[in-house]
């Protein structure tokens, strides 16, 4: 297996126009940059402190259920969900966009999907006894598991090709896709029995159904949702950020004025444990402790559905400035697993106006102002860009590693995801006249450390390789 090296929360500044300059502290500024963080050991877990601020061990409240890689990375207390650092194999980028013959096969899919279920309805409402329509269900029941447990396999399957670059980060992204459309049809086939069971006399599937259900949630996602409906050409091209273990994945992207973010270690799971394991009591006070701040403004709820090895935590809070307004400000969903008392997937939903990424770098050159807000791998990363002779902000290009991810517009701010590994951020003004100001930063995110800190070349490590779109499309 191939690890790649833990990083350290490090910033060069690099401003190039003709031969490359390093800039000294008059022209570049690092807002915490110099900070390596702190690491404390809370029960097994890591949590790496980025804000500069001394580390404070809170102690253990649930002893070893908080054995968990959850990270802080700024002085706003933000944490996420981490895979191990030591266990990433590959990372990178891939652009979402539209493909007629793979939406051909979703297509088919579905029809597929409803055939069944029709047929299925048809057995049970013309099977000969009451006991002959609870066998059919049962063994439907049955079947939707097993079904789930193939696509789990399937899942992991898809990290280790892309671990040996056997398939493409979209190649990845397109078959996660579609294990969470045949996810949704299974969702939907399970719905339709427990319908059927409904019009039985004392006959029940409802706790084993929601189980299923639950069990069905962990291999979908609102981005994997995304990108299949972007396959379909249902919405438009999206960058998404990925990186993968042999059992595990992280993804983000931004999609219009929200970031998401899912992390997914199932690894971590142990179904058969007999220590009595967590309670959904257990979960309110869990989330308060991994998610301080959201827990203080938001809205907590813990749920256990069915009789299934999945509780659930939520903490959401809506735009409270208008009544009728129903805004999600920010929703963060656990799953945490019973018998392991361990988180095995986070779902992140931000506005990007309500995210707060304190630690800046600034470079300037020839009257051109850069500044990046560096935050976590595949975290939101704001690009600000402004002419320090006007004073004004300005509309100019912003490349990451010599590719193109946007402008910053009329109000000089472009929001992208952040990589891993060192990587350059280049913008480019083209102001009316000849001269076409540019300035560089070479940054290295937020990223967490167990022990140990190494800084890598972008010219030698894989991670920090630039990420090359597919020719095809």
């Known amino acids: 297996m191939r690890a790649i090296p833990a990083f350290v929360a490090v910033l060069l500044v690099v401003a190039a126009v003709g031969p490359s300059v390093a800039l000294t502290a008059p022209n570049a500024t ?19 402190d980025t804000s500069g601020a001394p580390a404070t061990d809170t102690g253990n409240a649930t002893g070893a259920a908080t054995s968990q890689p959850i990270t802080t990375f700024d002085n706003q207390t933000t944490r996420v969900l981490i895979l191990p650092p030591a266990e990433i194999q590959r990372n990178g980028t891939a652009d979402s966009v539209s493909d ?14 409803r055939l069944e279920t029709i047929t299925l309805n048809r057995s049970i409402e013309t099977a000969e006894s009451q006991l002959d329509r609870e066998e059919i269900i049962r063994t439907e029941l049955s079947r939707a598991e097993t079904r789930t447990s193939a696509l789990r396999q399937q899942e992991r399957i898809l990290f280790r090709s892309h671990n040996n670059d056997s398939i493409s980060s979209r190649e990845l992204l397109i078959g996660l896709a579609r294990i969470d459309a045949r996810a949704q049809q299974l969702v939907a086939r399970i719905d339709a029995l427990e319908i059927a069971a409904d019009d039985i ?16 949630r962990a291999i979908q996602g609102p981005i994997r949702a995304h990108v299949g409906e972007t396959l379909r050409a249902e ?3 999206t960058t998404i950020y990925v990186e993968t273990t042999d059992t595990g994945v992280v993804m983000s992207m931004i999609d219009g004025e929200t970031y998401y973010r899912t992390a997914y270690l199932p690894s971590v799971r142990n179904p058969e444990s007999q220590d009595g394991g967590l309670v959904v009591d257990d979960i309110r006070p869990r989330m308060q402790e991994l998610y301080p701040r959201e827990a203080d403004i938001g809205r907590i709820e813990a749920t256990h559905p069915g009789t299934g090895d999945t509780l659930r935590g939520t903490i959401v809070r809506l735009n409270q400035s208008d009544e009728s307004d129903d805004e999600t400000i920010f929703r963060v969903t656990a799953y945490f697993d019973r018998g392991s008392k361990q988180m095995y997937k986070e779902e992140v939903v931000r506005t990007l106006r309500s995210i707060r990424n304190p ?5 300037t050159r020839e009257g051109l102002q850069l500044q990046v807000n560096r935050t976590y791998p595949g975290g939101p990363m704001l690009v600000s860009l ?5 004073d004004e902000v300005v509309d100019g290009d912003v490349t990451i590693n010599g590719f193109n991810v946007g402008r910053t517009g009329a109000d000089g701010r472009l929001w992208v995801l952040s990589r891993r590994g060192t990587f350059t951020v280049t913008a480019t003004y083209d102001p009316d006249g000849p001269r076409q100001p540019t300035t560089f930063i070479r940054v290295t995110p937020l990223v967490e450390t167990q022990n140990q800190t190494e800084t890598v070349d972008i010219g030698t490590s894989r991670t920090a390789a630039p990420f090359r779109r597919p020719s095809r499309v």
């Open 235 to 237: 919405r438009g091209a």
């Open 100 to 113: 007629a013959s793979t939406a051909l096969g979703f297509r088919d899919q579905r029809l597929d999907a």
């Open 30 to 48: 690092a807002s915490g940059a110099t900070s390596t963080g702190s690491v404390a050991d809370r029960g097994g877990a890591v949590v790496a």
């Open 386 to 390: 402004r002419d320090t002779q006007t």
């Open 201 to 216: 006399d004392q006959f029940s599937i409802g706790s084993d159904a929601s189980a299923a259900k639950e069990d069905l």
């Open 359 to 363: 630690q800046q770098v600034t470079s």
